[in-house]
Each structure stands twice: as structure tokens, then as C-alpha cells.
């Protein structure tokens, strides 16, 4: 059976956050303060249900959940955020993962 983990070592979750834009500055303040963290890959401001997009990398899941828990949900404008975990890649900056072998043709051999 595949596992369905990675296992280069690494845990990585995207963190949806829901912010209160700063007077004067919206949401620029907090992304800066986010994106300076080294756990941090990526951050977008989105549009829909929350307004940052957080992608970070960490050792184990419990690593990860320790930084949501005392670094990023303590930022003061940070009102909510729910955690990822990615359990598996298929495809990463556009680079297909693991791709399938190539099907044979019925009643053809290759």
C-alpha cells in the first residue's frame, strides 16, 4: 500500500488566515510579518472565505501546529486561521510527481 505521506522529511500545510485589515496599512503589515518567519514558503492575499494564504514547511506535523499555535495565531490582527496538511503532491510547480506508467495499448504489447 502507498503512503500517502511524504517522505522527504518534511510536513508541509497551507493555513488559511483570516485577518483584520490594519488602518492605513490593510493587509500588508501582517503578510510582511508572516513571509519574515524562515518556516514560511509562501503567502497570498486571497479573495472568498479568509485573506491570507499560508504555505510553510516543517520537521514533523507537531512542529507545524506549534508555530500556528505561538507564532501566528498570536499576531495581533490574526482572528482566526485553519490548518492544512498535505498528505500528498501529485504536482508541484508544474511538475508531475510520480506519473503513472504509460498505458499499453489493448491487445498490444509494448
Known sequence: MEKPI????????????????????????????????????????MSGAYDLCVILEGRTVAEVANFVFARLSTIDGVNSTSTHFILKKYKDNGVILNPPPPQQERGMHV
Open 6 to 45: 511524504q517522505e522527504t522529511g518534511t510536513v508541509t500545510a497551507l493555513i488559511e488566515v483570516k485577518i483584520s485589515p490594519q488602518r492605513d496599512n490593510g493587509f500588508e503589515r501582517i503578510a510582511e510579518r508572516v513571509y519574515q518567519y524562515d518556516e514560511v514558503t509562501s503567502v497570498y492575499l
